[in-house]
């Protein structure tokens, strides 16, 4: 059985520019998360993803934006790119939304920004 | 303000001793799960606890979910170079909150 993959594993970019991130979660699991980790702030959400429509969202700034699509594909864009965007952008997919359900996590995708 | 508290941050010990990671919060989870990283990987999820007071087991490691569902704890019993990484406690509240992690470093 497949895992999360997220693609590219490694990105470098220039302030000011944009970026899209994408994930593929485990066949048949609907649910998607994505979140920043930095060595300063740890892991911090940023939206989740359910039957195409964006159920929750944490505290981060409208240049982050994300979408899904029918088959659960998901994708993450930052646009006008700061040096604080730098970190490890972590996709997860559950089976649902709701209590009990383990994420199961994609290695990441590693942003630099220069 | 960190709704999920972690302690230690950081510990480093030798192999064949005991621990207990811990994570304490003000508020009330619907769940807690606990992952542990490795460098250049995405968490891998141990346990998932959901029952106030609830103990789970998986070989070595020891979970406990607090009676009022706001704080729990992992413990390593004979500790191994291999459960070395970062430990992440998260909550269940509508979304996943995780806790800033515990650097566990086992030395042989």
């Known amino acids: 059985k497949a895992g999360v993959t997220q693609t590219p594993r490694y990105l470098i970019k220039t302030r000011g520019q944009q970026v899209t991130l994408s994930c593929s979660p485990i066949?048949?699991?609907?649910?998607v998360s994505w979140y920043q980790q930095t060595p300063g702030q740890g892991l911090q959400f940023l939206f989740e993803?359910?039957?195409?429509?964006?159920?929750n969202k944490g505290n981060f700034p409208g240049r982050f934006s994300g979408r899904q699509f029918s088959n659960s594909r998901s994708e993450m864009n930052v646009s006008t790119l700061e040096l604080g965007d730098s970190a490890l952008y972590l996709c997860?997919?559950?089976?649902?939304?709701?209590?009990?359900?383990?994420?199961?996590f994609g290695s990441g995708t590693r942003l630099t920004v220069v | 303000t960190q709704l999920l508290e972690q302690s230690p941050q950081f510990l480093s010990i030798q192999e064949g001793e005991n621990l207990t990671v811990y994570c304490n919060s003000s508020s009330v989870f619907s769940s807690l799960q606990w992952y542990r990283q490795e460098p250049g990987e995405g968490p891998v999820l141990l346990v998932t606890v959901v029952t106030g007071g609830e103990v789970k087991k998986l070989k070595r490691l020891t979970f406990q979910f607090g009676d009022a569902r706001k704080d729990s704890s992992l413990h390593i019993t004979a500790a191994q170079p291999g459960d070395t990484g970062l430990y992440l406690c998260?909550?269940?509240?509508?979304?996943?909150?995780f806790g800033q992690g515990t650097e566990l470093s086992v030395k042989p």
């Open positions: 997860a997919s559950s089976q649902a939304m709701g209590q009990g359900y383990g994420y199961t």
């Open positions: 998260a909550g269940a509240r509508g979304k996943l909150i």
């Open positions: 066949s048949g699991h609907r649910s």
């Open positions: 993803y359910f039957s195409e429509t964006q159920r």
